[in-house]
Nanobody, 114 residues
Framework: QVRLVESGGGLVQAGGSLRLSCATS????????MGWYRQAPGNQRELVAS???????NYADAVKGRFTISRDNAKNTVYLQMNSLTVEDTAVYYC????????WGQGTQVTVSS
């Protein structure tokens, strides 16, 4: 059994910051890639940021320079630090883990108000 549990979402004003956490039920080192996706109403789910087991990161153009993905292996947790938030960042954010199989968290709502 593998569980991914997101937390940290909420309501924030534009220009503010938020940090999302994804706690896993097993070592995150066992996953080849972990990432954050988001889905806004009427849109498809899109990749926001990812981090490999080797520490390489990748970001969507829309969030480069504003978001940072990181991990804490000891805590089996991946984070997404979101700064300079805009209304366009409003979405449900999902944690994703990939190895031989793919796993998803339940999602956490991020709402940015103007």
């Amino acid at each position: 059994q593998v569980r991914l549990v997101e937390s940290g979402g909420g309501l924030v004003q534009a220009g503010g910051s938020l940090r999302l956490s994804c706690a896993t039920s097993r070592s995150i080192s066992s996953f080849n890639v972990m990432g954050w996706y988001r889905q806004a109403p009427g849109n498809q789910r899109e990749l926001v940021a990812s981090i490999t087991s080797g520490g390489n990161t990748n970001y969507a153009d829309a969030v480069k320079g504003r978001f940072t993905i990181s991990r804490d292996n000891a805590k089996n947790t991946v984070y997404l630090q979101m700064n300079s938030l805009t209304v366009e960042d409003t979405a449900v954010y999902y944690c994703n883990a990939r190895s031989t199989w793919m796993y998803w968290g339940q999602g956490t709502q991020v709402t940015v108000s103007s």
